[in-house]
């Protein structure tokens, strides 16, 4: 199963970045790695692996196939892209 997001397509085992806010901070984004899963309650679909936690991988969600492309989209929505950064 494949799933074209961003002009990307995604596969079981691909990394993907996204922007992940923390339930306690809501106003504190950040850039996260995720792993591109097939979904354990529906192995016809894709999900993310993040945080022990699946979540549905669909063209709904911005998904950033590198890191480098989620650094430019998060400066660009939320300001200075070294906030966001995984390091």
Do not use: C, W
């Not at 996260?32 to 993040?50: G, H, K, R």
């Amino acid at each position: 199963m494949e799933l074209h997001n961003n002009n990307s397509t995604y596969k079981p085992g691909d990394i993907v970045y996204v922007f992940y806010r923390n339930p306690h901070t809501q106003d504190i984004a950040h850039i996260q790695q995720a792993a591109v899963v097939n979904n354990p309650d529906n192995p016809q679909e894709l999900a993310m692996f993040l945080y022990e936690t699946y979540y549905p991988l669909s063209n709904e969600i911005a998904v950033y196939a590198t890191e480098e492309e989620a650094e430019q989209a998060y400066q660009h929505y939320f300001g200075l892209a070294s906030e966001g950064s995984l390091e």
